[in-house]
T-cell receptor, first 112, second 115 residues
Framework: AQSVSQHNHHVILSEAASLELGCNYS??????LFWYVQYPGQHLQLLLK??????LVKGIKGFEAEFIKSKFSFNLRKPSVQWSDTAEYFC??????????FGDGTTLTVKP | DAGVTQSPTHLIKTRGQHVTLRCSPI?????VSWYQQVLGQGPQFIFQ???????GRGNFPDRFSARQFPNYSSELNVNALLLGDSALYLC??????????????FGQGTRLTVV
């Protein structure tokens, strides 16, 4: 069975601080990995995805994530956060069966 | 272009009742998935449909059922509602014709409250 663990439930940062949100997954086969963001009152949106190739993927709004296969990790990073990055962030994994499993999310609050 | 649309946006039901939630995928998308998101948790996979056939099912009881219509819209049905079914129900569609490595687009969800 596949599972996803997000280490931080709530992260509070000041503007311009660097961000790293942890995500670890368990699955024995080939995986697709995703980070989604949910801004207050809005629907889930895809930030970035990894299917294959370069393990360092860049997404929208300056976000990036690195797939480290040996550590079963796909951490999300941003060098300098903005107030508008306040949102909930979900890591997800999709295995061969096509089923997507989400982590429980990390709430990011950026103080202006 | 319209995104994934779900109806209704909010719903209040009594224990034991049944409910039908509806989803219209993005035009041209043939794959629809349903998720349940309980407060404080991530979305949990319920069903995936592609070309009107069930292609995946999560760990949910038989009270949960779904179907996909010829126009690729979908319904999620829940019978004998329990308080624990209160959640945000999300629908996601994708253009599976481009292969399975494609992005899923989510709707705003239906907030179901069971009292």
């Amino acid at each position: 069975a596949q599972s996803v663990s997000q280490h931080n439930h709530h992260v509070i940062l000041s503007e311009a601080a660097s961000l790293e949100l942890g995500c670890n997954y368990s699955y024995g086969g080939t995986v697709n990995l995703f980070w989604y963001v949910q801004y207050p009152g809005q629907h889930l949106q895809l930030l970035l995805k990894y299917f294959s190739g370069d393990p360092l993927v860049k997404g929208i709004k300056g976000f990036e994530a690195e797939f480290i296969k040996s550590k079963f990790s796909f951490n999300l990073r941003k060098p300098s956060v903005q107030w508008s990055d306040t949102a909930e962030y979900f890591c997800a994994v999709k295995g061969n069966a096509g089923k997507s499993t989400f982590g429980d999310g990390t709430t990011l609050t950026v103080k202006p | 272009d319209a995104g994934v649309t779900q109806s209704p946006t909010h719903l209040i039901k009594t224990r034991g009742q049944h409910v039908t939630l509806r989803c219209s995928p993005i035009s041209g998308h043939k794959s629809v998935s349903w998720y349940q998101q309980v407060l404080g948790q991530g979305p949990q996979f319920i069903f995936q449909y592609y070309e009107k056939e069930e292609r995946g099912r999560g760990n949910f009881p038989d009270r949960f059922s779904a179907r996909q219509f010829p126009n690729y819209s979908s319904e999620l049905n829940v019978n004998a509602l329990l308080l624990g079914d209160s959640a945000l129900y999300l629908c996601a569609s994708k253009d599976a014709g481009k292969g399975m490595n494609t992005e899923a687009f989510f709707g705003q969800g239906t907030r179901l409250t069971v009292v």
